[in-house]
């Protein structure tokens, strides 16, 4: 891929702990470009690790390591927090899973979209205003301007996470973590956040990681599909050519899905195999 919004090479990610260390990311690499690059696999499998580790979110004792995690050739390991303060939110933003737990529960919203903003850019209160309102507009809220009066617990599951993306999405980032954004949705709402999401990534030009339990979901929303297991990529293929994986973890989640149309007596059990661990990594790389 040329000219990369983000390199990750050797991507590794460990706790400390009483009885050892714990490897949560075992050396994964991927690029992304202006892109939708979904990253799926069972719970534990490392996929918020790797987004969290992006961004250098990972506490002690958590250890962030890597070759290299570049953006736009400027290596994220090597830079400083004042520098990293500067870069979460205004080239690179993360959506977390649930709306209710990100947003500050005594502050309105109008207050929390102006505060991100006025942290990346020196303009004027009634300016950024102005912006949060429209990005609301822009996210599909109705009557943007009484939606910034309001506080979080006042706002359907929905219209949490669209403020979230609008707040996300603010300082114009040109990359968006979106951490299994639709997972508390009902079905209606998440087609029209992935809607969302789908004609920002459109008309910006951005690069977008789509985490997800979802396989079908991400299958059809996503350009490329990187699967997890046990904290590495086992495989990566084209999102329309995920029926032609071969990786025998990837055709146990295919076939866990439900058909309406042939139901299954009973679900496949997958078997979890010690060799998938001891596996070398894929490189998710177009």
């Not at 994964?28 to 719970?43: A, C, D, M, P």
């Not at 009066?149 to 707040?167: F, K």
Request: net charge neutral.
């Amino acid at each position: 891929m040329s000219d990369p919004l983000l390199d990750v090479e050797n991507l590794r990610v460990s706790f400390a702990t009483r009885t050892g260390i714990i490897e949560a990311v075992r050396g994964i690499s991927f690029t992304l470009g202006r892109e939708r690059l979904g990253i799926v696999g069972e719970s534990g499998s490392g996929k918020s690790m790797t987004g969290r580790a992006i961004l250098r979110l990972i506490r002690p004792p958590g250890r962030v390591e890597a070759d290299h995690i570049t953006m736009h050739g400027e290596d994220i390991l090597a830079a400083s927090e004042a520098r990293m303060r500067q870069l979460r939110g205004g080239r690179v933003s993360m959506i977390m899973q649930d709306p209710k737990f990100s947003l500050n529960p005594v502050m309105t919203v109008g207050q929390q979209l102006i505060d991100s903003l006025r942290a990346h850019e020196k303009l004027a209160r009634s300016e950024c205003r102005q912006r949060a309102i429209a990005m609301l507009d822009e996210v599909a809220i109705r009557d943007p301007e009484r939606v910034m009066g309001l506080y979080p617990h006042e706002v359907s599951g929905g219209m949490g996470q669209r403020i979230m993306i609008a707040m996300m999405l603010l300082p114009g980032p040109e990359i968006l973590i979106a951490d299994e954004p639709t997972s508390a949705l009902d079905v209606s709402v998440q087609l029209q956040v992935l809607d969302i999401m789908d004609q920002l990534v459109k008309n910006r030009g951005m690069g977008l990681i789509f985490i997800s339990h979802d396989l079908n979901l991400v299958a059809k929303f996503c350009d490329r599909i990187a699967v997890m297991y046990a904290g590495r990529i086992v495989e990566c293929c084209k999102a329309s050519e995920l029926h032609k994986a071969q990786h025998p973890y990837t055709l146990g989640l295919l076939n866990a899905v439900p058909d309406l149309e042939h139901p299954r007596p009973r679900l496949e059990v997958l078997q979890r195999d010690p060799a998938w661990r001891e596996a070398l990594s894929v490189s998710a790389r177009s």
